[in-house]
Each structure stands twice: as C-alpha cells, then as structure tokens.
C-alpha cells in the first residue's frame, strides 16, 4: 500500500499515513511560474495498491487539478490501483439542475476523476447520497456519525439532548444521529430567497427547555445555522450546539459564529482549518483520520468497509 498526499490537507494526510504505519509516498507538487500544476512521484509504485488524499477544498479548482494531474501520473507509473480519497467533495452541492442552461457540475466532476485513472473514490459525507451514481466506477461513501456521536456522548448530557436538523432535506441525516444517542427529532423550515441566503420560517417540534444539536453536512457562510439558532432559542431552547462534517466556513463565517448565539460548533478536518478557526472560541475540530485510515486499510485487504457503521 502507498498513501499519496495533495497539497490541499497535509495534517490529515499525515494523520492517517501514521495510523497506517505507512509513511507518505514522496512527490513533488508544485506550480509553474503560471500557476499550472507539476506533479512528479519520487519512489516506485508500479503495481501498488496507491491511496491518494485530497480534498477539493477552497482553492477548489486548484486542488481538483492536484487530484487529478497525481492520479494520470500513478496511472502512467504503472500502479495497479488508484483510490481517489477525498474527504470532502467538492462541487456536490451543484447535484442537479436548479434552473434552465445550467450545469450539474458534480457530475462532471465523476467524469474527471474517472478519466484521469482512478479505479476507486472514498469519500465522506456526500452532500446527497445519489452522487454515488454519478461514478462509473466504485465508490464508498463514509459517514462522521460515529465520530459525532462519540463527541456527543462524552461532552453533552443525553436525556435533556434534541437533535435538529436546520432544513428539510437533511432530515435523513439527523435522524441517523438522533437515532444513536436515543434522542427526539426536530426541524428547522427555512423559505431561502436567494442563494446565500436564508429565512428561518418555523420550528417543527417541542424544543423549549431542550439543549439542542443541528446537523448538516456543510457549513459555509453560517447564515442558516445562526439563524436556526436565533429560531431555536427563541422556541425556548436551553442552548444550541451545531455538528457538521464540512467546515467550509468562507469569508466571514468564523466571525458570524462567534458572534451567534451557537454554544460551540464542531466541525472535522475534512477541510483543513484555518487560522481563524484554530483561535475561534465556539469553534472545535474533531479528527476523522482514524476513521479514514480504517477505511482505506479495509479497502487495500478487500475488507468490509460498510461494516464500520454497524
């Protein structure tokens, strides 16, 4: 087994290739003086089973060529099989055509990664689960829950706990957490008037007295969930406490956070924290290389990789 880093998440990458007792395979991943990406891998991997870490994170366009110029240079150095680790997955929420004349950019993306040389992709938290189909070739896509709730149970008191989740299409995931700790469901309606945007409409559920968790997938600008928040204490809510597997968190989404009346936020290291992140003081990273690591060994010894979330 090889474990090949991008430069999108070098502490993660580090991370797992130390919970595999596999140290990173060397390359060299640098830019012309025009920017365009130079890849060149400097130890042997013809017949390797070869894992290559990268999120396509901001620069998202940057790192995506990263992925895909690293795999087309295993796939010429003759390794025998390319996993495409991607810990977060960039342009899943373009999954569908919201309106005339535009693209599904997700979509594309599978194309890419395809045609480039991958022979498998490993993901986390797919922004919606059919992107899965969008890949003509095998892909697993894990889940943070266990982590999550792993968090929730040793820091938060369980019999007072809501989970809730701060729109409707993310009820499925909620649910899988409320489910875990034994915990009662809530929903957030939100009306959004324009991308970027959101309107918090109504409560769905008894929250008053309640310390609850929202749930997502992905946290970028941070309108939604301060403003289900705002929605929640005012229903009566104890406090709030927000899980979320992707902390995008652009512009000045750390600084809406801090100022919001969200307890902590508790994102993993799918994307690399920023600085901002790092000194936030409601803002607190959990590590999912362990669980990566685990899914990357099975997949190299043929194991099962669904079982993890048994």
């Not at 991008?6 to 991370?15: H, Q, V, Y």
Request: glycine share 6%; aromatic share 4%.
């Amino acid at each position: 087994m090889k474990v090949v880093a991008g430069n999108s998440n070098r502490a993660l990458a580090e991370a797992i290739a130390a919970y595999l007792a596999t140290p990173l395979t060397r390359c060299n991943v640098r830019r012309f003086a025009d920017m365009e990406v130079f890849v060149e891998i400097l130890e042997n991997v013809r017949g390797e089973d070869v894992f290559v870490v990268q999120s396509t994170s901001f620069p998202a366009n940057d790192h995506l060529m990263e992925l895909l110029i690293i795999i087309d240079a295993l796939r010429r150095s003759s390794a025998r099989r390319i996993t495409a680790v991607m810990p977060y997955f960039g342009y899943a929420r373009q999954d569908r055509r919201s309106s005339g004349r535009t693209p599904i950019s997700a979509k594309l993306v599978a194309n890419m990664i395809a045609q480039a040389g991958a022979d498998r992709v490993l993901t986390l938290d797919l922004h919606a689960g059919q992107i899965q189909g969008f890949f003509d070739i095998p892909t697993d896509n894990l889940f943070a829950a266990p982590v999550m709730v792993r968090d929730i149970k040793d820091r938060l008191p369980t019999d007072n706990v809501m989970v809730v989740s701060p729109d409707v299409g993310g009820v499925v995931r909620a649910r899988a957490i409320a489910k875990r700790i034994d915990a009662q469901l809530a929903i957030v309606d939100k009306r959004r008037e324009r991308p970027g945007e959101s309107e918090v409409m109504n409560v769905i559920g008894e929250v008053e007295g309640r310390c609850c968790i929202l749930v997502d997938d992905i946290v970028d600008s941070g309108g939604t969930l301060v403003n289900a928040a705002d929605a929640l204490i005012a229903k009566g809510a104890s406090e709030v406490y927000a899980y979320l597997t992707h902390g995008v968190l652009s512009g000045g989404a750390v600084a809406r956070i801090t100022a919001s009346k969200i307890k902590e936020l508790v994102v993993t290291d799918s994307i690399q924290p920023t600085e901002a992140i790092r000194v936030s003081k409601n803002v607190r990273v959990l590590s999912i290389a362990t669980l990566i690591a685990e899914a990357i060994a099975r997949t190299s010894s043929e194991e099962s990789v669904s079982s993890l979330f048994d």
